[in-house]
């Protein structure tokens, strides 16, 4: 079994100031972890995934997550916040092989603040 | 363009009615996923098929109903037994990685 946990619901940053966004996971297997964003009424884009290779892993528009097995944690990260990245992000974990799915946390909605 | 498409955006029922979302991909991929979103509950996975012609259940699968008769269509139908229907669903497709839809949004009155 899999599951992704995202501690709290809204994180409201300044704009300029660091983006943190956490997310823990537990996984019977090694896991795929993937961060995606969503604007309102949109599908999913994804930001970053990691797949075993790097533990820190780059993304789009200047996110990064590092994979820490020793905490099982997959935290999003950005040194400055840009008022376009005012979104709702989901962590999300799969697993490889037959029957993979992912499954995801149940989302944290950014604010940036001017 | 590959891609998936959902279609439509936004669908009104009235309550006690059957109602089939689409969903259309051309990227060639076997895997397809469906998940329903409600606030603050995070997306969560209603059915999915690894390969045409069969289909296995998610954590929520009552109430609705899929089928899977070509690779590029997986629709979706929600049925008067799904208890609570309103809701933003999202289609998902797997290759290499995960693509997504850009959802409908189901409003049961």
């Known amino acids: 079994a899999q599951s992704v946990t995202q501690l709290g619901s809204h994180v409201s940053v300044s704009e300029g100031a660091l983006v943190l966004l956490r997310c823990n996971y537990s996984?019977?297997?090694?896991?795929?972890l993937f961060w995606y964003v969503q604007y309102p009424n949109q599908g999913l884009q994804l930001l970053l995934k990691y797949t075993s290779a790097a533990t820190l892993v780059k993304g789009i528009n200047g996110f990064e997550a590092e994979f820490k097995k020793s905490e099982t944690s997959f935290h999003l990260t950005k040194p400055s916040a840009h008022m376009s990245d005012a979104a709702e992000y989901f962590c999300a974990v799969s697993t490889t092989g037959a029957n993979s799915k992912l499954t995801f946390g149940k989302g944290i909605t950014l604010s940036v603040r001017p | 363009d590959g891609g998936i498409t959902q279609s439509p955006k936004y669908l009104f029922r009235k309550e006690g009615q059957n109602v089939t979302l689409s969903c259309e991909q051309n990227?060639?991929?076997?895997?397809m996923y469906w998940y329903r979103q409600d606030p603050g509950q995070g997306l969560r996975l209603i059915y999915y098929?690894?390969?045409?012609?069969?289909?296995q259940k998610g954590d929520i699968a009552e109430g609705y109903s899929v089928s899977r008769e070509k690779k590029e269509s997986f629709p979706l139908t929600v049925t008067s037994a799904q208890k609570n229907p309103t809701a933003f669903y999202l289609c998902?497709?797997?290759?290499?990685?995960?693509?997504f839809g850009s959802g409908t949004r189901l409003t049961v009155v």
């Open positions: 996984s019977s297997v090694p896991p795929y």
């Open positions: 990227l060639n991929h076997d895997a």
């Open positions: 098929s690894q390969i045409v012609n069969d289909f």
């Open positions: 998902a497709s797997q290759g290499r990685g995960y693509t």
